[in-house]
């Protein structure tokens, strides 16, 4: 039977770790004599790698070199505290991907981030998902980060599936660029850090909850398995 690909983004995805995110910023910018950021500019800047983003929170320029700095510093800080509380599934996401595994056998699961991949890799361990996931990445081990499509492409070609038999779900406008540079079939979540309005158009679809993301995640796979095998 022909494999089909499912990648997930990770936070604000399939991890609530919104709160753990945003207090490990605010703890690296306040070490360095800054002022703390609000909410809403912690979510607009999960856009950028975690480098790129605390330059922006600094100096308002994510090339600053400043940011490779604060960002290690925010690594080794927010890896550390990666737990089942800290970074908790959303309600309906671990059923879901193990219905569809159970369902799909022929259904191979991967994330990637624009975190580090330590951290990617200990939510997942921390969820007990792993055994799931045959790949999850970083933006440290890619060659370039979304919204370019190098991570989403390096992980179909090491999973032997075409592109186009793939689908990505995430809750950025970054990760629905990077589907569509990769030519796969992209699924935007409103439960994250954008709205519906800030990702229409970046997606080929948005769904508002974990139901509905398993009817079209269900829909999507029985038309790739139809059409390819």
Not at 112 to 126: E, P
């Amino acid at each position: 039977m022909t494999a089909v690909g499912v990648f997930w983004d990770v936070d604000g995805t399939m991890s609530d770790s919104y709160q753990l995110g945003y207090s490990s910023t605010n703890e690296v910018l306040k070490q360095h004599g800054k002022g703390e950021i609000s909410e809403l500019e912690y979510h607009e800047g999960t856009k950028f790698t975690t480098p790129r983003r605390l330059a922006w929170h600094v100096t308002g320029d994510p090339d600053n070199v400043i940011g490779q700095q604060l960002g290690q510093e925010f690594d080794d800080l927010y890896v550390e505290l990666v737990n089942e509380h800290t970074t908790l599934l959303y309600d309906g996401i671990k059923g879901l991907l193990e219905g569809i595994k159970t369902n799909y056998p022929s259904v191979h699961y991967a994330a990637l981030s624009n975190a580090c991949t330590a951290y990617v890799q200990r939510v997942i361990h921390v969820n007990n998902i792993d055994s799931m996931f045959g790949i999850a990445l970083g933006a440290d081990k890619v060659p370039q980060a979304k919204p370019f499509p190098h991570g989403l492409l390096y992980i179909a070609e090491n999973l032997h599936i075409h592109p186009t038999r793939c689908v990505y779900i995430g809750d950025s406008p970054t990760d629905g660029q990077a589907a569509k540079a990769a030519g796969m079939h992209s699924i935007g979540v409103t439960w994250g850090s954008y709205s519906k309005e800030k990702i229409a158009g970046k997606f080929d679809e948005i769904v508002e909850n974990a139901a509905a993301l398993e009817v079209s995640l269900i829909q999507c796979i029985e038309k790739l398995l139809l059409q390819f095998d």
